[in-house]
């Protein structure tokens, strides 16, 4: 591990060899805070949330797949109703937010249409993403969005949420999404040029991190710790954010929002901002939780020719290779894939219930609506949700 002053002088590529990031992401999750979407709570910024529309715009066109989580619902609402004071009350705060998030997605909605691309409004909760079948279909509903070439953007349902269920900041929503879609790149887009070695407004000596690991605790300590006055809110939500985003393999960049195109620019390669590289390669870690899973409800029984397609080609398994379901299990649960042997070759997470897997058992997609009454994934299991046992 490297010390802390090696971290933060250390050009971007230095930190064992890491490659740009950001130029060899594919699919990237940029967070937008509250700062700067409404220029400092004045008010919705139309010029900014247009040029980040326009680098938006070219990125998805350029064949990346971009999600935004826009913080500024409950600051647009408050210019709405007239309120100059944040008030306390969760419901006039929930309010504020209904009110808000309309004006908020209209101007992604026009700024990105300018720009030829499609868009479209997701909220979440924290329960969204703690249920199995709710966090599968938040999944399923993104990754479909983004094949269709539209930028998702996703705000807290700040309307239905409270203390128990909020996700307490967009920092940590960003977090959570990129696990959520495997993102490869998460960059938060602040009002501050990134980290440095202290608080630069107390300390001269501070020095700017450029590029530092994911996770290391001396981060939490540079970003001032979470009870002290600079990481309430601020740089410590992020640290901890690019921690939460580097258990699915996602990498981190922080950096100022008004930097004249910072997206298309970070995803040519250039160095800006602070980067906090994952060290868990993206999927590994999924992968390793599944194989390590201990428990498992139930298993699918598959042909021969279905073991060639996982074992051998490392495709999905599809219903119609099954030849029999065992145990009881819900959508989201790990389960086991074994061959006409009962030997596991496979494991990875249902995506039918037991009850639905006997209905499509040695049935092709075609046949899903007629038998379930609705038609939903064609795969068993996908091939990014399954992990071989056995080779």
Not at 248 to 263: C, K, M, N, Q
Not at 329 to 338: H, L
Request: proline residues 3%; hydrophobic residues 45%.
């Amino acid at each position: 591990m490297a010390d802390v002053g090696s971290l933060a002088t250390a050009p971007i590529n230095d930190l064992g060899g890491v490659p740009p990031v950001v130029k060899s992401a594919r699919r990237i999750v940029v967070k937008v805070g509250s700062s700067l979407v409404t220029n400092e709570g004045r008010g919705l910024d139309e010029a900014a949330i247009g040029h980040w529309s326009q680098q938006l715009a070219a990125l998805v066109q350029d064949g990346r797949e971009l999600i935004v989580v826009s913080s500024g619902a409950v600051a647009e609402g408050m210019k709405r109703l007239g309120w100059t004071i944040r008030p306390k009350e969760i419901n006039e705060l929930q309010a504020a937010a209904a009110v808000g998030q309309m004006g908020l997605v209209q101007m992604y909605e026009t700024k990105l249409r300018e720009c030829g691309v499609g868009s479209a409004q997701v909220l979440l909760t924290h329960a969204d993403l703690a249920d199995r079948e709710r966090y599968l279909n938040a999944r399923s509903t993104l990754l479909t969005l983004l094949q269709l070439g539209v930028v998702p953007v996703i705000n807290e349902n700040d309307t239905v949420v409270n203390d128990e269920i909020k996700f307490g900041d967009n920092d940590t929503l960003g977090a959570l999404v990129a696990n959520l879609v495997e993102a490869d790149v998460l960059i938060i887009l602040t009002d501050q040029k990134g980290l440095y070695t202290a608080d630069p407004r107390r300390d001269p000596s501070a020095t700017f991190v450029h590029v530092a690991r994911a996770g290391d605790p001396q981060l939490e300590t540079m970003a001032g710790g979470a009870g002290s006055g600079i990481g309430k809110g601020g740089m410590i939500t992020k640290i901890l954010a690019a921690k939460r985003a580097a258990g699915s393999g996602a990498s981190t960049v922080i950096a100022w929002g008004r930097e004249p195109r910072v997206l298309q620019r970070l995803c040519e390669g250039e160095a800006i901002g602070t980067c906090l590289v994952a060290q868990t390669a993206k999927q590994q870690a999924r992968k390793q939780w599944m194989a390590d899973h201990l428990q498992m409800r139930g298993a699918v029984v598959v042909d021969a020719g279905a073991v060639e397609k996982i074992v051998g080609e490392g495709k999905s398994l599809l219903p119609i290779g099954m030849t029999a379901v065992e145990g009881e299990f819900s959508r989201g649960d790990v389960i086991a894939v074994r061959g006409a042997d009962g030997l596991e070759i496979a494991r990875g997470l249902a995506n039918y219930a037991s009850p639905e897997a006997r209905l499509i058992c040695r049935r092709s997609s075609a046949d899903f609506e007629r038998l379930l009454g609705y038609a939903a994934e064609p795969e068993m299991i996908h091939r990014d949700n399954l992990v071989l046992t056995r080779t």
